[in-house]
Nanobody
Framework: QVVLVESGGGLVQPGGSLRLSCAAS????????MGWYRQAPGKQRELVAT???????NYADSVKGRFTISRDSAKSTLYLQMNSLRPDDTAVYSC???????????????WGRGTQVTVSS
């Protein structure tokens, strides 16, 4: 079994910064593409950023230049550095990962439960 656990959310003032983490644990053989999604109240879920196993990244236009996605493969951990935060960044942020397990070697998509980010003065 594989579990993803996010941390680092909270309340921050506009213009501030937060760093989210997503730690993967369990019966993991290999982790491929990882990413962050967010969902604000009353809005559709939005893909924020992705990173491949070789470090290639992609960002939503709304966060380019402000957010940075990274990963530490040795720690099986994904990060999202969020700078210049705005009120419209307020959402629940969830991580997603494509993981090949050790039990049956199958590749599956796993989701974390999410962490709340609130940007408000």
């Amino acid at each position: 079994q594989v579990v993803l656990v996010e941390s680092g959310g909270g309340l921050v003032q506009p213009g501030g910064s937060l760093r989210l983490s997503c730690a993967a644990s369990g019966s993991i053989f290999s982790i491929y593409t990882m990413g962050w999604y967010r969902q604000a109240p009353g809005k559709q879920r939005e893909l924020v950023a992705t990173i491949t196993s070789d470090g290639s990244t992609n960002y939503a236009d709304s966060v380019k230049g402000r957010f940075t996605i990274s990963r530490d493969s040795a720690k099986s951990t994904l990060y999202l550095q969020m700078n210049s935060l705005r009120p419209d960044d307020t959402a629940v942020y969830s991580c997603i990962a494509n993981i090949q397990g050790t039990i049956d070697n199958r590749l599956r998509v796993y989701w974390g439960r999410g962490t709340q980010v609130t940007v408000s003065s």
